[in-house]
């Protein structure tokens, strides 16, 4: 099989500029549920470029920050939440 | 003891399935195998003191090898299907911007808090529908993006999922 | 001819989480925006990183084995997504519901009435 290297690579910057589109929403709002939500979107395509970029490189390395990454980012998410439930 | 059992199991093999790959017995160095049990332990320990001061009960039910198949085939059978659906359905209405929204309720009836979690979950995940909240009685509420039916019944959001998810959960 | 398979995964995950991105400006209010992020990007994430499972995998089957981590690591991290992304979605849902953001254009909310009627 060939390297797929370039392709991968490919993969994760079309990964980025559609972060981009969701970080346009992010500065947007107009509520605060709406930036969350943004930032999630965010967060799962930070984890799949990750693994995109750790298969590119053939590093595991990688791809445990990208499990890391997606726990934290789960727990964020959840506390954002309570707060905004708080200041209900 | 359960408890314990549960966490120190669920994180074992965790943490086995991170460092497979690492020597040769059988995948594993022996020094990832000693680490591993001595985290395992540790992290059941706390887990299982955290889950106490929240009033979470686990259950020997989570071990059963069964209740894991019948999940491998949701997961994978009607769930995926389900998925692929909600995906295209959503596609369409992103291109076409045909949308009625709208928050319905409706009542389950699942005994333990863990299949209600499960449910919520598959429903998020299909057409057309996102749960929004749950009540103390276990009342869903639910998102629907296109509502055909202000008072539906459990089918219409769900279809079989309620049946499978008591088999795996309850 | 796996470069195929690798490909058609890699491009089908992409066109969901583009679906995913643009469902943000195209649907109206925070509760139909999240119908589209959560589903398009959780399916579209794991095709993806289905495509780096397959990767690793003809990797291995082609003699370099110590690659096949790389697709039981990518395995991991799209269960990972599946699992928590739902919830996510759910604790922010729930949470604007009750931070006072209301459904625009909802034909039904049985929710706020049912918080009338002391919830």
Redesign the interface.
């Known amino acids: 099989?060939?390297p797929?290297t370039n392709?991968?690579l490919a993969?994760a910057g079309?990964?980025a500029a559609?972060m981009l589109?969701?970080l346009?929403?992010v500065a947007k709002g107009p509520?605060?549920?709406?930036r969350?939500?943004?930032a999630?979107?965010i967060n799962?395509?930070v984890?799949?470029a990750m693994?995109?970029i750790?298969?590119a490189f053939?590093e595991?390395i990688y791809?445990?920050i990208?499990?890391i990454y997606?726990?934290l980012?789960?727990a964020s998410?959840?506390f954002?939440?309570?707060h905004?439930?708080a200041?209900? | 003891m359960i408890a314990f059992a549960v966490f120190f199991i669920f994180s074992l093999l965790f943490y086995l399935v991170l460092t497979a790959g690492s020597g040769n017995i059988v995948f594993w160095a022996p020094e990832e195998l000693f680490f591993g049990v001595l985290f395992a332990a540790i992290t059941a320990l706390l887990a299982k003191r955290l889950f106490q001061a929240m009033g979470i009960k686990p259950t020997a039910r989570m071990l059963s090898p069964k209740r894991w198949l019948i999940f491998l085939v949701y997961a994978a059978g009607p769930f995926f299907y389900a998925m692929i659906l909600a995906n295209i359905d959503v596609a369409c209405r992103v291109i076409t911007g045909k949308i009625k929204p709208g928050i319905v309720k409706i009542s389950p009836g699942m005994k333990t808090d863990f299949s209600t979690t499960m449910l919520a979950n598959s429903i998020t995940l299909t057409p057309g529908t996102l749960s929004v909240d749950v009540d103390k009685k276990g009342n869903l509420y639910i998102h629907w993006i296109f509502v055909k039916d202000k008072q539906p019944s459990v089918a219409d959001i769900c279809g079989s999922f309620p049946k499978w998810v008591r088999r795996i959960a309850e | 001819m796996m470069e195929i398979v690798v490909y058609a995964l890699l491009a089908i995950g992409l066109f969901f989480q583009a679906m995913g991105a643009i469902a943000l400006h195209r649907f109206p209010d925070v509760y139909t925006r999240m119908h589209g992020t959560t589903k398009c990007t959780t399916l579209g994430s794991i095709f993806m990183c289905s495509g780096v499972v397959v990767y690793g995998a003809v990797l291995a089957f082609s003699g370099e084995a110590q690659y096949a981590i790389l697709s039981v690591h990518s395995l991991v991290a799209a269960l990972f997504l599946l699992l928590t992304n739902p919830a996510g979605a759910h604790a922010i849902a729930r949470a604007a519901h009750r931070s006072g953001v209301m459904p625009k254009l909802a034909v039904v909310d049985r929710l706020q009435e049912a918080k009338k009627d002391d919830f």
Do not use: H, Q, W, Y
């Open positions: 099989m060939i797929l392709e991968l993969c079309a990964l559609l589109v969701c346009l929403r509520t605060a549920p709406d969350v939500v943004a999630d979107a799962t395509m984890v799949v693994v995109l750790g298969g053939r595991v791809i445990d990208a499990i997606s726990m980012s789960f998410t959840l954002i939440a309570k905004l439930e200041n209900a």
